[in-house]
């Protein structure tokens, strides 16, 4: 069965410092893959979504950046975090026009 | 920007009596769909309806699309404590690609024992 991990759960970090938000897929191949950011008491946001390795493509101009070096590996990444960048990240997997599997999200405080 | 939107922001409830949950989109889509987000935590798929159907069932989730008014609505029936989460209606745009889901704001659902 296929299965999503994403991590850390929780992570505090201070203005100015850099990001890596590690997700993989297992148990599917050539997965279309999103990273989602949820601010408080908002819907979701999509960042970014690829198709395929080493193919990114981004939604919205931000402080943040998405690579795919794998296959089933998505990394979400900033060079220097703002407060802005505070929120709940979701990783998601997809195949095709169907339901969307979500990881269990990264909440980053950045202070 | 936001696509769908839910209604209402929040609903409260008896455990045993139905909820029902409303969704409202701008655009063409391919497909829309529901998912539950307890808090903290992901998001959970509960059901998908393509734009060329109107009803779909499951379990004692029934949703239903109205292509002509851009709107869906999700019902739970017979609810219980464990449905309290966040509910989001999510639409698949008509254009070509995996270019994402666009979600609305979600509807916070609290069973009351």
Request: hydrophobic letters at 30%.
């Amino acid at each position: 069965s296929q299965t999503i991990h994403q991590w850390p759960a929780t992570l505090v970090q201070p203005v100015g410092s850099p990001l890596s938000l590690e997700c993989t897929v297992e148990g599917t191949s050539n997965p279309n893959l999103y990273w989602y950011r949820q601010a408080a008491g908002r819907g979701l946001q999509l960042l970014f979504y690829s198709v395929g390795i080493g193919q990114i493509s981004s939604e919205v101009p931000q402080n943040l950046s998405a690579s795919r070096p794998q296959d089933r590996q998505f990394i979400l990444s900033s060079k220097k975090l703002l407060l802005s960048d505070s929120g709940f990240y979701l990783c998601a997997w997809s195949r095709g026009r169907s339901g969307y599997t979500f990881g269990s999200g990264t909440r980053l405080t950045v202070v | 920007s936001q696509q769908g939107e839910e209604d209402p922001q929040a609903l409260s409830i008896q455990e045993g009596e139905n909820a029902t949950m409303n969704c409202s989109y701008k655009t063409s889509i391919n497909n829309l769909q529901w998912y539950r987000q307890n808090s903290g935590r992901g998001l959970v798929h509960l059901i998908l309806i393509r734009s060329n159907e109107r009803e779909k069932h499951s379990g004692r989730l029934r949703v239903t699309l109205d292509t002509s008014k851009k709107s869906s609505s999700l019902l739970i029936t017979a609810s219980r404590a464990a449905d309290t989460a966040s509910y989001f209606c999510a639409t698949d745009g008509t254009g070509g690609g995996a270019d994402g889901l666009t979600f609305g704001k979600g509807t916070h659902l609290i069973i009351q024992p």
